[in-house]
């Protein structure tokens, strides 16, 4: 299964794609997370990276499809993988496309998280995530906290507060997001594996797994 999770910054698709992949056994590739790794190593990647990212604007397509290009090379996607904030582009859906049809695969199911945005913005101010790259759990300062402030419950690491989880940047990201998610809607529903989940209550403790839920269901038809 080649999943595509769309849905605006906060709106869930992070939190969602994690859980997916844990219970369908594919890799969670994230081209932010990749991006935030190169920051963090200080590598030339990282600094042209952080340049676009700090502002809340998009990295270069060029730059953005080759290191999904070099991922999706790994032995581990051959099964599938979870594919999180990347195509953002039509051009980087259509690469997508070319990438996979070289392997004789194509993308299954695109599922969309629709939440209002207010509770976006809500959720972006709020969120902090484990620096534990292995694990990733993500936390609601206010609505999900750890049990010890600045500690995950799940591994022990530090919690650490993005960047560019700010209010200033979150109104570009969410600009950006807009400005480009149409088209990305448009070439997925012609394609009709487009799944658009609007869950009912998006504050609910059990949002995300309703989700899942949801995502599951549809790959299994
Ligand atoms: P995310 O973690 O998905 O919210 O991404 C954080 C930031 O990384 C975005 O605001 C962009 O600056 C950059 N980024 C992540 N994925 C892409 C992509 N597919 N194309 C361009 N920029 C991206």
């Not at 600094?47 to 502002?55: E, G, I, P, V, W």
């Not at 080759?66 to 690469?95: C, H, Y």
């Not at 609007?198 to 609910?204: R, S």
Request: aromatic letters at 4%.
């Amino acid at each position: 299964m080649y999943i595509v999770m769309l849905g605006a910054p906060g709106s869930g698709k992070g939190t969602a794609a994690k859980m997916l992949a844990k219970k369908t056994n594919l890799p969670h590739i994230s081209t932010g997370d990749m991006f935030r790794e190169q920051i963090k190593k200080e590598t030339e990647l990282g600094k042209l990276a952080n340049s676009y990212m700090s502002k809340g604007e998009l990295v270069p397509d060029e730059v953005t499809i080759n290191i999904v290009r070099d991922r999706l090379s790994w032995e581990d996607t051959k099964n599938g993988v979870i594919l999180d904030g990347f195509p953002r582009t039509k051009m980087q859906a259509e690469v997508l496309d070319e990438i996979l049809a070289e392997k004789g695969k194509k993308v299954d199911v695109v599922p969309e998280i629709i939440i209002p945005d207010q509770v976006i913005v809500d959720r972006i101010l709020n969120r902090a995530t484990c620096s534990n790259k292995d694990c990733g759990a993500i936390y609601n300062l206010k609505y999900k906290p750890s049990k010890t402030p600045g500690v995950c419950d799940v591994c022990g690491a530090e919690l650490v507060v993005r960047t560019d989880d700010n209010e200033e940047t979150i109104k570009n990201r969410l600009e950006t997001y807009r400005k480009n998610v149409e088209e990305l809607l448009s070439f997925y529903k012609e394609k009709g594996v487009l799944l658009s989940i609007a869950p009912e209550d998006p504050t609910a403790d059990n949002a995300s797994e309703q989700v899942v839920e949801k995502i599951l269901e549809k790959c299994e038809e």
